[in-house]
């Protein structure tokens, strides 16, 4: 069953472990490194540079509509033979994002809050940067539903980091 697997980055390699994934989706700031894991080729790993902010600041890089471009982008070229993994440095707000995306990117079919309540139930921290899902909200013609949708899971709760959990494309 394809599904995205979402982690902080002090989890990756043991998710990386235990699901195999072919692709690997990594949201983080643009100067911390992050090595790709073995058996993931480099075709297969989108890295994107952004800091988890909601308005400019000097420094930091706002999440825009180029970077859920890339996210969209990505998601789609995924053959969901194996899943994907995605993972920014805690876990919170820029992986849960990216996973919400790709679940609105991959099934048009379903309602944007339906999506949101899975998302919840699977991560109750889960705190999704507004600013990225307002971006891939406009790429994708949800007309604001993506935006409303997370703001009516609203914050999760407190957490230093992010649980590891799967969304099922299929469920």
Same mark, same amino acid.
């Given at each position: 069953?394809?599904? $995205?697997?979402?982690?902080?980055?002090?989890?990756?390699? !043991?998710?990386?472990?235990?699901?195999?994934?072919?692709?690997?989706?990594?949201?983080? /700031?643009?100067?911390?490194?992050? +090595? %790709?894991? &073995?058996?993931?080729?480099?075709? /297969?790993?989108?890295?994107?540079?952004?800091?988890?902010?909601?308005?400019?600041?000097?420094?930091?890089?706002?999440?825009? !509509? &180029?970077?859920? #471009?890339?996210?969209?982008?990505?998601?789609? %070229?995924?053959?969901?033979?194996? *899943?994907?993994?995605?993972?920014?440095?805690?876990?919170?707000? %820029?992986?849960?994002?990216?996973?919400?995306? =790709? $679940?609105?990117?991959?099934? +048009?079919?379903?309602? !944007?809050?339906? $999506?949101?309540? @899975? $998302?919840?139930?699977?991560? *109750?921290?889960?705190? *999704?940067?507004?600013?990225?899902?307002?971006?891939?909200?406009?790429?994708?013609? #949800?007309?604001?539903?993506?935006? !409303?949708?997370?703001?009516?899971?609203? @914050? =999760?709760?407190?957490?230093? &980091?992010?649980? +590891?959990?799967?969304? *099922?494309?299929?469920?």
């Amino acid at each position: 069953m394809p599904a $995205l697997h979402v982690c902080p980055l002090s989890r990756l390699a !043991e998710t990386v472990a235990a699901v195999r994934p072919s692709h690997l989706l990594t949201v983080i /700031n643009a100067a911390t490194p992050v +090595p %790709r894991p &073995e058996g993931i080729g480099p075709e /297969n790993h989108l890295v994107i540079g952004v800091s988890d902010i909601l308005e400019a600041m000097d420094g930091h890089i706002l999440p825009g !509509e &180029e970077h859920a #471009r890339q996210i969209i982008g990505f998601v789609r %070229r995924w053959n969901r033979e194996r *899943p994907m993994v995605v993972h920014c440095y805690a876990g919170i707000s %820029r992986s849960t994002a990216a996973a919400y995306i =790709g $679940l609105c990117a991959l099934r +048009p079919d379903l309602d !944007e809050f339906l $999506l949101a309540e @899975r $998302l919840r139930r699977a991560a *109750p921290s889960a705190t *999704p940067n507004a600013r990225l899902v307002a971006a891939a909200d406009r790429l994708l013609g #949800r007309r604001g539903r993506m935006s !409303e949708a997370i703001a009516a899971i609203g @914050r =999760g709760v407190d957490a230093f &980091e992010g649980t +590891p959990f799967a969304l *099922p494309l299929d469920s």
